[in-house]
């Protein structure tokens, strides 16, 4: 009987031996590889990632100083041509189109009538003339009253004053262009009745175009008459025109607070009336100014600042005085230095210290030992 009790307790010690190897089995395996291996991930999780962002060098370059605007362009002089005299219109001899010169005579009207008025009061002018040179003679030998002389020398006035308000009648009969121009419009045709002081024709002076602007108060002590400036046009994409200012009026609108600067630029077979200019005034220059890319400044809400790239491959932001911005470019005047690498794309995921990895032009050309393909030895 104490044998058999010996036995079962040897068998139950032998049974928690079993389960307790086993649990200590498994608790190795859960392990994955022991604390040098939960270490190095550990570390993985620490490394931060770099960012990718694109640079260019901060660089010296000629920069000018400028004030743009958007115009019109207007004709220097135009007209409306009217008509003085009614009358049917006999020979009309212009289109539009045709350039005409000052002076020249665009349309006839019937004139019957007025050379009929203009020979009447011809006539009456001519016998009034001989009246009053016998009345002189009479008057000079005391046979005729001085009242009566000065009655026929007033006669004689006014029958001049009438001949010649005919021959005026007459004449506007040949409608003639007021200035010299190109026919920009045509209201009338050959055998048309004209109504007086009705427009028939429009002239447009293309030699000389004129596009004003309304230029805020600040710049009124920088622009002044003479300086240069360059134009292009909607209509005519990569054409350049130069102008020149050609006045400043010095008086600031009290309601909108601007002034009108006038650029005048050469008419001819391209530029016309009409067109829509992109203007551009230089009152400044600089050969050598230390310049950025406009895209490297950060658009947040703070003063001017930029991105620089130190030798660690960290980003710094970086504040930045201003100059003159002239296109793409922008002017330092400090903060940052020749060669200097800024941020021009990817500066919105940065901030002060983040790492980075430079990518595109600027980034460097040099490839990783272990990112290059290895290659085998044959086997001897």
């Known amino acids: 009987m104490l044998q058999n009790t010996s036995n079962r307790k040897a068998g139950v010690a032998r049974v928690a031996l079993l389960a307790l190897s086993c649990a200590l089995a498994l608790t190795a395996c859960k392990g994955g590889g022991g604390p040098g291996e939960a270490q190095a991930k550990a570390g993985e999780q620490k490394a931060p990632d770099a960012v990718p962002v694109e640079v260019a060098q901060a660089s010296r370059r000629a920069i000018a100083a400028s ?206 009336p009409g067109m829509f200019g992109r203007i551009r005034i230089d009152y400044d220059n600089r050969a050598d100014a230390l310049v950025v890319p406009r895209i490297a400044l950060l658009e947040d809400e703070g003063d001017p600042a930029v991105f620089v790239i130190r030798s660690d491959n960290k980003a710094a932001r970086v504040p930045v005085k201003l100059g003159y911005l002239d296109g793409e470019w922008a002017e330092v005047r400090g903060g940052v230095n020749p060669g200097d690498r800024v941020v021009i794309a990817g500066k919105t995921a940065l901030r002060d210290g983040t790492l980075v990895q430079l990518i595109g032009k600027n980034a460097p050309k040099q490839v990783a030992a272990a990112d290059k393909p290895k290659t085998e030895q044959p086997k001897q």
């Open 67 to 272: 004030y743009t605007g958007t115009a019109p362009l207007e004709a220097r002089a135009e007209s409306q041509v009217v008509a003085k005299t009614s009358g049917v219109a006999l020979n009309v001899m212009f289109e539009e189109g045709q350039r005409v010169s000052a002076g020249q005579t665009l349309v006839r009207l019937d004139s019957a009538r007025a050379e009929l008025q203009a020979a009447q009061t011809g006539a009456q002018m001519r016998k009034l003339e001989a009246n009053y040179a016998r009345s002189k003679q009479l008057a000079e030998q005391r046979l005729l009253s001085a009242n009566d002389n000065d009655q026929l020398r007033y006669d004689l006035e006014n029958a001049r004053a009438a001949n010649r308000l005919a021959n005026l009648e007459l004449s506007y009969a040949n409608v003639q262009a007021p200035i010299s121009g190109v026919i920009a419009s045509r209201s009338i045709k050959t055998g048309n009745f004209v109504q007086i002081n009705t427009p028939i024709f429009r002239i447009v002076d293309t030699s000389r175009l004129e596009a004003i602007l309304n230029v805020p108060e600040r710049e009124l002590a920088i622009l002044k008459a003479g300086q240069p400036v360059q134009m292009q046009v909607d209509a005519l994409p990569g054409k350049s025109f130069q102008g020149v200012v050609d006045r400043v009026a010095p008086v600031v609108d009290s309601g909108s607070g601007t002034f009108r600067v006038v650029c005048s630029f050469e008419g001819g077979e391209l530029l016309q």
